[in-house]
């Protein structure tokens, strides 16, 4: 599934980003960059398509064939789905696709547990992916909210455009998906398998988390890129207010999640795998830093500053390999986490030292810094319960990170009188924003 992901995001060689730009700043053309894009992501797709096809022949034995080969076919409606999909965060419709995918998403799971009942195993639950992939291509296909696909349009230079901007953002979703994977190939040379399931249910959990921050980065990307265009001041303003109040949000909503880690592993997981609730736990605290780190891509992807994403992409992905070589033979799967964690304030840093010089803010690295300081400090309240009193209820531990953070965050001047009246008329405006 891992692979199957990240080869739906390859028909457009990493340009889902400048596609979804475009549209959202010239809506006009969007016909025209949703033509282009295609013409350019069925034959990367079908090419895909029959590399996997190929793989799987001659690689696997016989009883993956038939998996193997509903993967590849779901590449074919993937082509038209991504390009569909990025002219929708253009046009500012993510309620549309959060619609399509969270009904595709219960399709999956009824028809694959129907599959598994049945007797049909892996090749049934592949097939139940195919189909669906399919009529969600079908539906976006037909809907009169996507722009359509006129061949008329494909222009030469467009095209000769999109492959100048290939290897930046290819380069891109490579180190991305390096990100992601990486964690595991070293875990297991260093340490056993066993700590290898721990860490991955962990990081399952870990990744189920961060699908609301990663969601809303997507949907607010076009929104910023709109507003660049129109007046970088009021991108400004805007930017820094959802940066403020996203860390303010989010430094709650990691601690809460570190306090509650051990119930939720408890809730999904059997009982020789309840150790992933300490590599949950400091995860957790990940989910605040990519939250930040995903507005940040998203105002430099809007600001056209891919390279410097690239950039901070590269160097995470070098701290990371070497703090999990260093972190995981001593302490395993805990380690792996906390390598997680000094590569995503690493590639913070770098987004953050940014933003501060080009959308002059000079007091980000500060107010980051306060922010941080405050969750670390929640962060060790409630480590601090559990290690005091390990059979102590959460919420105890819940209690004590939150009455942590809060005399931090009103120490350092975080937390203000009226936050919450703030909060409610920065939401309001964005609204109006959008």
């Not at 964690?341 to 980051?368: D, V």
Request: net charge positive; glycine share 8%.
């Amino acid at each position: 599934m891992g692979v199957l992901m990240m080869l739906h995001a390859m028909p457009l060689l990493g340009l889902s980003v400048p596609l979804i730009r475009r549209i959202a700043t010239g809506p006009e053309d969007a016909s025209r960059e949703v033509s282009n894009a295609f013409a350019l992501s069925l034959p990367m797709a079908v090419l895909i398509t029959i590399g996997v096809y190929v793989y799987g022949v001659t690689q696997f034995d016989a009883a993956l064939h038939g998996p193997l080969d509903c993967l590849a076919l779901t590449m074919i409606p993937v082509a038209w789905i991504l390009v569909a999909e990025c002219a929708l965060l253009g046009l500012e419709r993510m309620d549309l696709i959060t619609k399509v995918q969270g009904l595709e998403a219960v399709g999956r799971l009824v028809f694959g547990v129907a599959a598994i009942q049945l007797g049909y195993g892996l090749y049934g639950v592949f097939v139940c992916i195919f189909v669906l992939r399919a009529l969600v291509a079908v539906y976006y296909a037909l809907s009169s909210v996507v722009p359509r696909v006129r061949w008329a349009l494909v222009s030469w230079d467009i095209q000769v455009r999109n492959f100048r901007e290939i290897p930046t953002f290819i380069g891109i979703v490579i180190l991305a998906a390096l990100v992601l994977r990486v964690d595991v190939l070293v875990l297991e040379h260093t340490r056993d398998l066993a700590e290898v399931a721990l860490f991955a249910a962990g990081a399952r959990l870990y990744e189920a988390a961060l699908m609301v921050p990663t969601m809303a980065a997507q949907a607010l990307m076009p929104t910023l890129a709109r507003m660049l265009q129109e007046s970088e001041e009021k991108f400004k303003q805007m930017f820094r207010e959802v940066l403020d109040h996203l860390m303010l949000i989010g430094g709650l909503f990691a601690i809460g999640l570190a306090a509650l880690a051990g119930v939720a592993v408890a809730l999904v997981y059997p009982s020789h795998l309840q150790g992933a609730g300490e590599v949950f736990s400091w995860l957790a605290l990940g989910t605040v830093l990519v939250m930040v780190d995903q507005l940040l891509s998203s105002a430099m992807l809007a600001a056209k500053a891919q390279r410097e994403d690239m950039r901070s992409l590269a160097v995470a992905a070098v701290v990371l390999v070497l703090a999990l070589l260093l972190l995981t033979g001593p302490w395993g799967a805990q380690g792996a986490a906390w390598a997680i964690l000094i590569a995503h304030l690493t590639r913070l840093a770098m987004r953050i030292r940014w933003a501060a010089a080009r959308l002059a803010f000079p007091e980000l690295p500060g107010a980051s810094v306060r922010h941080l300081f405050g969750m670390t400090m929640g962060m060790l309240g409630l480590r601090l319960v559990h290690l005091q009193h390990p059979a102590a209820e959460p919420v105890w531990a819940l209690m004590a990170g939150l009455a942590a953070w809060y005399m931090t965050a009103r120490l350092t001047g975080v937390l203000r009188p009226g936050w919450w009246r703030r909060l409610r008329q920065w939401r309001a405006s964005l609204q109006a924003a959008r």
